[in-house]
């Protein structure tokens, strides 16, 4: 099974966002991204779990890899920056903020791979 590192920042000014991709399409289109190839699907969003991961130690929450997907406009409930996201962990999905869990931050943009 494929797997690859990826770093974003999830909006001006905030610390880089580690996630991790495990299907060959999708790494794939973030490599495209990357590239330039990719200009209209270019920001990230999945499901946020409330847990640090070994691959992004800086954060307490990470996306699960199986629900990320690229996009081109975010629905306002779930755009947030990630350090307000970091806070509000146990507000998730309550009230509009981050319905089913996902975060789609919509300023996101990717800056690089990592080696994995």
């Known amino acids: 099974m494929a797997t690859a590192l990826f770093s974003l920042v999830p909006s001006p000014n905030e610390d880089e966002f580690i996630f991790r991709l495990d299907d060959e399409a999708k790494i794939r289109q973030a490599r495209d991204i990357l590239a330039g190839s990719e200009t209209s699907r270019v920001h990230v969003q999945g499901r946020v779990v409330s847990e640090t991961a070994d691959h992004n130690p800086e954060w307490n929450f990470h996306l699960d890899p199986g629900s990320i997907t690229f996009f081109d406009e975010a629905d306002e ?17 309550e009230e509009g903020f981050l319905p089913e869990n996902i975060w789609a931050p919509a300023r996101s943009k990717i800056t690089r791979e990592l080696d994995s």
């Open 77 to 93: 409930d779930c755009d947030a920056t990630g350090h307000y996201v970091s806070t509000q962990l146990d507000r998730i999905g």
